[in-house]
């Protein structure tokens, strides 16, 4: 079945049919690669990636998998392209919707995001914004499925700052069932509305705590990232203070009380939201789900594409 959005900006352009189709065409392209099979839909195709936040895995990811798949992926950076000051998105959009067959951008402001997809004429992809990070949430349900084989009575457990992250596991939560709960200090819990708007839908099981303990029981997983993200660096050391009861330790994952693995988007820095120990306890599954990142890209890459034919 055909995707019926042209655009991933959100989790939710895709219906909970296009989620699953996407995440076992994963699957399956992941076990192409393995097998050393031939697997090229991309084939003198074109990707322009747009980044105006550095990132290792982002680039890496796109970039590997749209080769893998016969394409050409060019990366524009900072200095290539100031999105929104030295042209108009708009212009931009529209200039490399005539060059390209893909557009995945990497960006700040959400909004620009918005106004990209708004006026290209070619599928964009969503590479992060403040506001989401939709292509990680689908990799790392991918990961999640690798490892449990089901979603049934899942409960995922986010500790640390309510950011672009947790509204994305939102999101998800508006399309499949599972239990979500977020560990987070008062002054930095994510979009209310948001997590209201998951209450209502009545789908999943959406809770908010203040204190890391309670909220950890019975997880399966437990889920963090850095407590200061991009932009927000002059922050860190009152981050610190502000954060340093919902650090993910050995004595927090014992907590939940069962078998639980500890997921991590990456770059982790170790000994301050997660420590060592638990990056490389053999509950750790960061790398397969760091892994997944290209292969839960390439088929959102590929249901779009399908979809302008």
């Known amino acids: 079945m055909e995707c019926m959005t042209k655009d991933f900006l959100h989790i939710n352009d895709f219906t909970t049919d296009d989620i699953w189709e996407t995440l076992n065409l994963a699957r399956s392209i992941k076990a192409k ?16 990636m747009i980044f105006a936040k550095p990132s290792a895995r982002t680039r890496v990811s796109f970039e590997t998998g749209f080769f893998k798949m016969g394409g050409h992926a060019l990366f524009l950076g900072p200095d290539d392209i100031g999105i929104g000051k030295r042209e108009s998105i708009s212009d931009i959009s529209r200039v490399l919707s005539r060059y390209n067959d893909m557009i995945m951008a990497r960006l700040f402001n959400h909004a620009h995001m918005l106004e990209l997809a708004k006026h290209a004429t070619v599928p964009v992809i969503n590479g992060l914004t403040d506001f989401n990070h939709p292509c990680q949430i689908m990799a790392d349900i991918l990961t999640v499925l690798e490892h449990r084989e089901s979603l ?19 999101a998800l939560s508006m399309r499949i069932p599972f239990n979500f709960t977020i560990a987070c200090p008062e002054n930095y819990q994510p979009d209310m509305d948001m997590v209201e708007k998951a209450q209502k839908k009545g789908l999943s099981e959406i809770h908010v705590f203040h ?11 437990i889920y963090t990232d850095v407590w ?18 919902f650090q993910v330790n050995a004595e927090l994952i014992a907590a939940t009380g069962q078998k639980t693995y500890f997921m991590h988007c990456l770059p982790a820095e170790r000994g301050v939201e997660v ?3 638990v990056c490389e306890a053999d509950y750790s599954i960061i790398f397969d789900e760091a892994e997944n990142r290209m292969f839960a890209q390439n088929a959102i890459m590929v249901k779009l594409m399908e979809n302008m034919k």
């Not at 690669?33 to 322009?48: M, N, V």
């Not at 991009?230 to 954060?243: I, L, N, S, V, Y």
């Open 33 to 48: 690669f393995y097998a050393g099979e031939e697997y090229c839909p991309f084939k003198g195709k074109t990707l322009s």
């Open 152 to 170: 049934d009575d899942l409960k995922i457990t986010y500790v640390g700052d309510g950011n672009n992250i947790v509204h994305s596991w939102l």
């Open 211 to 221: 204190e890391p303990y309670d909220a950890v029981k019975g997880a399966d997983i």
């Open 228 to 245: 200061a993200s991009m932009g927000q660096k002059e922050e860190a050391e009152k981050r610190r203070r502000d954060f340093a009861a």
């Open 275 to 277: 420590t060592d120990e």
